[in-house]
């Protein structure tokens, strides 16, 4: 998966600087809001999502809405 940025968040953080893509998102995300952070269209978002490849939270039976935080553990691994 690609990452939105350009720079390598682990890189980021090996270097001290907080990856600052992840600062002021709101816990949930709609599809539209989280396709570009990962620079995917949102037709991908939904790909990833119906293979259970991304941590979301559906509202209601239609609604679904990405977890930033188990997003950001799941594409950033390393400890906080």
């Not at 893509?21 to 599809?31: D, K």
């Amino acid at each position: 998966m690609r990452r939105a940025g350009g720079v390598h968040s682990r890189q980021a953080r090996a270097s001290g600087g907080a990856d600052s893509r992840w600062e002021g998102l709101s816990p949930l995300l709609p599809v539209a809001d989280a396709a570009p952070l990962l620079g995917i269209s949102p037709h991908t978002v939904y790909r990833l999502v119906a293979r259970d490849e991304l941590p979301v939270r559906r509202v209601g039976p239609r609604r679904v809405y990405i977890d930033t935080v188990r997003l950001r553990d799941l594409l950033d691994p390393l400890p906080r």
